[in-house]
Each structure stands twice: as C-alpha cells, then as structure tokens.
T-cell receptor, first 112, second 117 residues
Framework: QKEVEQDPGPLSVPEGAIVSLNCTYSNSAFQYFMWYRQYSRKGPELLMYTYSSGNKEDGRFTAQVDKSSKYISLFIRDSQPSDSATYLCATLLYNQGGKLIFGQGTELSVKP | NAGVTQTPKFQVLKTGQSMTLQCAQDMNHNSMYWYRQDPGMGLRLIYYSASEGTTDKGEVPNGYNVSRLNKREFSLRLESAAPSQTSVYFC????????????????FGNGTRLTVT
C-alpha cells in the first residue's frame, strides 16, 4: 500500500462546477501537506501548502486537512478550462530531510 | 531567471546503453532531488542531495547513480538502461533542509522523457 493514496481519475467536469480532489495517507506522523498542479509536458508547481487540520483558502482553491481520519482534500470553486491539469497531493515528515511523498495524481479536465 | 533546467528533453536508448541526465539550478538552492513519474504511480523519489557533497537514496534507487557536481548541478546516471526505466524524469530543488524549509516549495524542471527499447 502506498503511503499516500489518491483517486486516480480522470475527472471531467463542466466549466463552473465545484471540483473535489481527495487523498488519504497512512502515517499519522505526516505533518505537512501540499497540493501541486502539473500542466501537460511541464513540471509540477506548488499550488497550496498547509500544516494543521482545518481549511486554508486561496482564491478559488480551498485545501482541507483532517488529521484524525488522515484525509486531505482540494476544492476548486467556479472551475475554469485553465484549471485542466493533473493535481498531486504530497506530504512529508519533519525528520526526513524534506523528502516529499506524492500521491498518484488526478487528471482533471474542465470542459467549456 | 531560468530556475531548474534539465537536459536533454527527450532521449531514446537501447537496452544496455548508458546515459547521464543533467540538471542545473540557478536559485542557489542547497537541496536537489531526482524523481521519476510513471502512469498510475505518481512521482517517486530516486535520489536526493540535501546539500553539496551529500547524496542519499530515495524510494527507487536501483539502477541509478547520482553525482552532486557542485551546488548548482545534480546529475542522474543510468549505467545499463532497461525498459523498466522508461519514464519521465524530474529534477527539483529547494532552498535548504531543516525545519525552516518545510513551507518552501520544491521547484521542478520540465522533465526528461526517456524511452528504453
């Protein structure tokens, strides 16, 4: 079992829809949680970062962490065709030299 | 400011051939990483270098070697390529390790697409 599991998708939604992307993790010692966005033929780029349980909002994006159930989510409101990309959740341990552990990635397509 | 630059962008190898993937960053980052990305597997860490002069194995190091040539450059070598090494390889960097770096993002290059036949 991978340490971080992510719904593989692909996911296709109409423009304007609310998108929910989800990951679960197995190690309760994970402390830092990130979402990366990867456009086709490009490297991933950091979208959001959070440490504690709860919600963190940035424009149309909300990252949610529930440490009690080891569940992390990314919500996209008013989705746009420009949001079409692969979204990767990631986490790391405090004492592991900054190594990130990634989920498998979810490919999202937002149709106009 | 170029960020993280990977060369080559594409490569086709025959089984048993060797090659070196090059990575350079111009952001004065201490830590550098090599990942491979395969369908359904996500990004998996091959090797990393927490600082100049140090390298450590990641999740999938077998069949690879690395060299941290200097602070800017971190190369990945395939000594005898195998079809299982067909993948997209990403190099990444971040400013430093330690507790103050955990909210600093990894900066990725745009990848090297390698096919081994």
């Amino acid at each position: 079992q991978k340490e971080v599991e992510q719904d593989p998708g692909p996911l296709s939604v109409p423009e304007g829809a609310i998108v929910s992307l989800n990951c679960t993790y197995s190690n309760s010692a994970f402390q830092y949680f990130m979402w990366y966005r990867q456009y086709s033929r490009k490297g991933p780029e950091l979208l959001m970062y959070t440490y504690s349980s709860g919600n963190k909002e940035d424009g149309r994006f909300t990252a949610q962490v529930d440490k009690s159930s080891k569940y992390i989510s990314l919500f996209i409101r008013d989705s746009q065709p420009s949001d079409s990309a692969t979204y990767l959740c990631a986490t790391l341990l405090y004492n592991q030299g900054g190594k990130l552990i990634f989920g498998q990635g979810t490919e999202l397509s937002v149709k106009p | 400011n170029a960020g993280v630059t990977q060369t080559p962008k594409f490569q086709v190898l025959k089984t048993g051939q060797s090659m070196t993937l090059q990575c350079a960053q111009d952001m004065n980052h201490n830590s550098m990483y090599w990942y491979r990305q395969d369908p359904g597997m996500g990004l998996r860490l091959i090797y990393y270098s927490a600082s100049e002069g140090t390298t450590d194995k990641g999740e999938v190091p077998n069949g690879y070697n690395v060299s941290r040539l200097n602070k800017r450059e971190f190369s990945l070598r395939l000594e005898s390529a195998a079809p299982s090494q067909t993948s997209v390889y990403f190099c990444a960097s971040r400013p430093q390790t330690g507790s103050s770096s955990y909210n600093s993002p990894l900066h990725f290059g745009n990848g090297t697409r390698l096919t081994v036949t």
